[in-house]
């Protein structure tokens, strides 16, 4: 069931915060029941929208919160393709329909599975669905093609992810104010990946962020936790 209000624009999440709520593979919490239930303890404290991963955690978490801004991805892993995050038409459907608002991809230059396009990928998600797009990218080039291309908003997601940007640390301090140069006006801009505290959220709205994502900071008990063990155990 696709989305059926208007997507929140620039002006709408100016400031906001976007929760990521997903767990990693063998993790108790990735029982969709859970995923929903942190997602509405989430919105409940003020989230604007959720970011969510996989089919059955997005249809999980609009059967509970109707309502909730939901921000939809696969992870699907390939032979031949480094692309993982919705690389493929088949994902992109699968995230729409299971009652995601927006559709996040990976929109970087890097070969997709089968030979897929981005840009056809793009045309075809507007054009067949009328599905808003999210653009995870790793470089100020990468979002402005996106952004020309129709996504309508512009993550940083990638940046450090990628074998161009593997040296770099998140979060994508450099990307912001020149990615907020360069997209159109009403392309939104998030700042994701490396958020772990609420100083470094403001500094990205400072830098020219309209709204931030937080995900390990927020929901991550696993990582938190194998963090606070380690650093402990000296």
């Keep these: 069931m696709a989305a059926s209000r208007p997507l929140p624009g620039r002006a709408d999440l100016k400031g906001r915060l976007i929760v990521s709520v997903q767990a990693p593979e063998g993790s108790p919490l990735r029982d969709p029941a859970v995923i929903a239930a942190m997602a509405e303890a989430s919105l409940r ?28 991805l696969w992870k699907r892993s390939f032979p031949g393709s480094p692309v993982y995050i919705t690389p493929g038409w088949e994902e992109i459907r699968a995230v729409w329909a299971a009652g995601a608002d927006v559709v996040a991809i990976d929109a970087t230059e890097r070969p997709r599975p089968e030979g897929q396009r981005l840009d056809a990928l793009i045309a075809r998600a507007r054009a067949d669905l009328g599905a808003p797009l999210m653009a995870d990218v790793d470089s100020v080039a990468n979002g402005r093609r996106a ?15 990628t074998e161009a940007t593997a040296t770099q640390l998140p ?64």
Excluded at 49 to 72: D, K
Excluded at 147 to 161: H, I, K, R
Excluded at 177 to 191: D, F, N, S
Excluded at 208 to 214: E, F, I, L, Q, S
């Design 45 to 72: 404290q003020g989230a604007a929208g959720v970011r969510l991963e996989s089919p059955e955690h997005i249809g999980a978490v609009r059967r509970r919160c109707p309502e909730a801004l939901i921000v939809g």
């Design 147 to 161: 952004a020309a291309l129709g996504c309508q908003w512009v993550g940083t997601t990638l940046y450090s992810y």
């Design 171 to 234: 979060p994508a301090w450099e990307l912001l104010a020149p990615l907020r140069g360069e997209l159109p006006e009403a392309v939104t801009l998030i700042c994701e990946g490396g958020i772990a505290t609420k100083q470094d959220a403001s500094r990205a709205l400072s830098c020219g962020a309209d709204a931030v994502v937080v995900g390990t900071a927020i929901t991550g008990v696993d990582l938190q936790v194998a963090a606070y063990v380690k650093a402990m155990a000296g």
